[in-house]
């Protein structure tokens, strides 16, 4: 078997993308310059299997070969299947763990904790900005309002060359070609961030309830990350939004923050992370964040997500719980993050978050 690599397969139904991940005898990358510590070594061994967000599919990847190059006898499986799936699947004990673009909260809390027979664990793994993605051949720099953003979503704008979009991008020839919208067709966390930031930062413009679930009718829809980027990319004036780890290719709008424009980037997404509050809905080893969608600093960009890894705090199995811990742990280790952030461009998690979350990931037993 080739040194450094993971074996990755795919399994099951063509329409999952389930991939199976798994320990080949790799060997872990030394931690590079920046401060990365080594990976925890558990030497821990066994099958744990996970489903949710596409946004951590190419990270996934990264940390399980780095996670299984320590630890050759565990297997990782992970479906991105969507984050509202994910969580689904979570509650029912149909997996391991969960990952998810949106917090668990509600009546979702409930059952999380009824399933695993005691508190959950909820922490973030992966930052990333939400592109606004797309395809119009001519316009290289794309400048949008919160509130013309949230017009062109909700079917009000509806041509290239509208004065809205006019006033946002002086002194650029903007075509009349009709606006194609796409969204996604699953519960996605990014439809949910995405939804947060219109309703938060465009107010009236945007009349419809934060929602995992696209809740305009009507327009192109898509399965998946993947299946977003495809569709923008396939068609002409088309517009979507998607992790902007997968959106290459693609033109990129600059999106309104302040009295400038911004584009996503992943220390942009970071600084918003930063300047926003903790909620603890889901129990006392739950951190996750309410992102402040209505910042006005030009070096945050308030279009992003913050993906969790949701887990029990007690698994039944006691080899299983070591596995989960183990992994969890790799995974916003230093190492773990430098490994997210070259494979997919993600922000790594800041010491101070590291610090708050690593006794929620230790809990576990």
Not at 268 to 289: H, I, Y
Request: glycine share 12%.
């Amino acid at each position: 078997m080739r040194p450094k690599r993971a074996r990755i397969a795919a399994v099951g139904l063509a329409a999952s993308g389930a991939i199976v991940l798994a320990g080949c005898g790799a060997a872990n990358e030394g931690s590079s310059s920046g401060g990365a510590s080594a990976a925890p070594s558990a030497n821990v061994s066994g099958t744990i299997s996970g489903a949710g967000a596409s946004t951590q599919q190419a990270a996934t990847q990264a940390w399980v070969a780095g996670f299984t190059g320590s630890n050759p006898g565990a297997t990782i499986n992970y479906d991105p299947s969507g984050s509202g799936a994910g969580r689904t699947q979570f509650i029912a004990g149909g997996v391991d763990w969960a990952g998810s673009d949106a917090y668990i909260k509600g009546d979702e809390v409930a059952k999380a904790q009824q399933r695993c027979g005691g508190d959950i664990v909820e922490v973030p793994v992966y930052v990333s900005p939400i592109a606004v993605v797309y395809n119009l051949p001519g316009v290289d720099n794309l400048q949008l309002s919160p509130a013309t953003l949230a017009k062109i979503f909700d079917k009000k704008i509806t041509t290239w060359n509208d004065p809205a979009i006019a006033a946002d991008n002086p002194g650029v020839t903007l075509p009349s070609t009709a606006i194609a919208p796409v969204n996604r067709s699953d519960k996605s966390g990014t439809t949910q961030n995405f939804t947060d930031y219109l309703k938060a930062a465009a107010g009236a413009d945007w009349p419809h309830d934060v929602s995992d679930s696209w809740p305009v009718q009507g327009g192109e829809a898509a399965q998946g990350t993947s299946g977003v980027v495809g569709a923008v990319k396939a068609g002409q004036g088309t517009i979507g939004y998607a992790d902007e780890s997968q959106a290459q290719g693609l033109g990129q709008a600059k999106i309104k923050v302040g009295d400038q424009y911004v584009g996503p980037t992943p220390d942009g997404a970071a600084k918003l992370l930063e300047s926003s509050e903790r909620v603890s809905d889901g129990g006392p080893n739950a951190f996750a964040f309410k992102l402040n969608r209505t910042v006005t600093d030009a070096s945050a960009y308030p279009v992003s997500l913050v993906s969790y890894a949701i887990a029990c705090s007690k698994y039944s199995d006691a080899a299983k719980s070591g596995l989960v811990k183990a992994y969890l742990s790799y995974v916003i280790s230093p190492e773990g993050q430098q490994a997210a952030q070259q494979a997919a461009g993600s922000a790594p998690l800041t010491d101070a978050i590291r610090q708050q979350i690593t006794p929620a990931v230790s809990s576990i037993a």
